[in-house]
């Protein structure tokens, strides 16, 4: 029988609406000839209806996500609610509650595109964050006293415990295992990376550091081991890319990280990632904004939606149809559209979609 998978919808805001439209114009064509289904539910969650209704969403909502094979997510914010608002209550909250502990943020470089850095081309930019995604000072404990006074007094802990360490650490020695340079032909070993401040961060990094070498050392023999502070791999991102294979790293250090890397691979009109629970729900997004400014003018570059709609295949276990959504967005960077930016595509919002959709029909 053919495969059928229930996948929830949030567009969100801002261009998510726009970009998502995209992703799921390619998802249905590629189903279509691939022979699978995807059984889809809209939701209309984000800023314009916690300012008409005053809620973000129900409580039942996330159960209702539960029940879904995964989620595909535009864009969160909006201009006039007060920033954390829809970030707590909605994207932070789905991570936190249906457990995506990890996200896995590909940095690569697409032929055609234009990096920032100089004399860095497709085979020099081409590795994976993984990131921690529900711990850290994200969901550390905190307070304020005295607010508002001169003596206004702030905590907001970094909480690691060994758990949630060593499971970041096992996705991420998979991945390596599974999909580092070696194995995909382009280097001398897997190698994973572990990104901290072991120089400062005496506790919390002290035991990452543990964690991996344990973990590396007894069940992942196959895989070298690297560790690098996270100031000197904001350096290295810039200076010598091509040294990283897989990173991973805590949540806080990996959301700083990733922007630099997203830049590196031509910006927010290409980046995507993947909120992962590999036992549960994974949820994928583009990881650039809402955009506000571009709203309703077709101007958008969906290609990060559709690499984000890509990811959410390969995790489904379509990995046919996820390689070849990929090759189409390399095909179109590098022949077709003339920038990623909104506005310098050549194309519009829905014309780069067809042509995508088009390649994998
Ligand atoms: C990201 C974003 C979020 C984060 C914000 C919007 C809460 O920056 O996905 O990287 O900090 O994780
Ligand atoms: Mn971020």
């Known amino acids: 029988m053919a495969n059928s998978y229930n996948v929830a919808i949030l567009p969100g805001d801002g261009t998510g609406p726009e970009v998502t439209a995209e992703a799921v114009k390619v998802l249905d064509a590629i189903s279509a000839k691939h022979g699978f289904t995807l059984n889809k ?5 984000g800023g314009e209806r916690y300012m008409k209704t005053g809620e973000i969403c129900p409580d039942s909502f996330v159960d209702e996500l539960r029940k879904q094979d995964a989620i595909l997510l535009g864009a969160i914010g909006h ?12 994207l932070l909250k789905l991570r936190f509650e249906l457990d995506q502990y990890i996200n896995l943020r590909p940095v690569k470089l697409y032929p055609g595109v234009e990096t920032p850095l100089k004399d860095k081309g497709p085979s ?15 969901t550390g404990t905190g307070g304020v006293s005295m607010y508002g006074t001169a003596n206004e007094t702030v905590v907001q802990s970094m909480v690691y415990s060994r758990f949630q ?19 995909s032909g382009k280097g001398d070993a897997n190698t994973l990376g572990l990104v901290g ?20 050392a007894a069940e992942y023999k196959d895989v070298a081991r690297d560790y690098y ?9 810039v200076k010598s890319p091509e040294w990283f294979d897989v990173l991973v790293t805590s949540n806080m250090f990996g959301d700083i990280i990733t922007d630099l890397g997203a830049i590196t691979q031509g910006g927010m009109g290409i980046a995507a ?16 904004g809402s955009a506000p400014k571009y709203t309703g003018k077709n101007v958008i570059n969906p290609l ?27 095909d179109i960077t590098a022949n077709k559209i003339d920038g990623l930016a909104a506005g310098k595509m050549g194309y519009s919002t829905s014309e780069v979609g067809d042509m995508v959709a088009k390649a994998v029909s």
């Open 165 to 183: 360490v060593e499971r970041c650490l096992r996705y991420a020695f998979d991945y390596a295992e599974k999909y580092g340079k070696k194995s």
């Open 79 to 90: 201009p006039e609610v007060k920033p954390g608002i829809l970030e707590k209550g909605l």
């Open 273 to 288: 990632g993947g909120n992962i629970n590999p036992e549960g729900v994974s949820m994928f997004e583009p990881i650039g």
């Open 124 to 138: 020099e930019i081409d590795y994976v964050v993984i990131r921690e995604n529900t711990g850290g000072i994200y």
């Open 197 to 216: 401040k072991t120089n400062v961060l005496t506790y919390v990094f002290d035991l990452w550091e543990r964690a991996f070498h344990e973990v590396g």
């Open 41 to 45: 539910t809209d939701y209309d969650f």
């Open 304 to 330: 990060a939606a559709i690499c984000a709609g890509a990811m959410m295949l390969q995790t489904l276990g379509e990995d046919a149809a996820a390689k070849e959504i990929e090759d189409a967005v390399k």
């Open 229 to 237: 502070h996270v100031d000197a791999t904001c350096m290295w991102m």
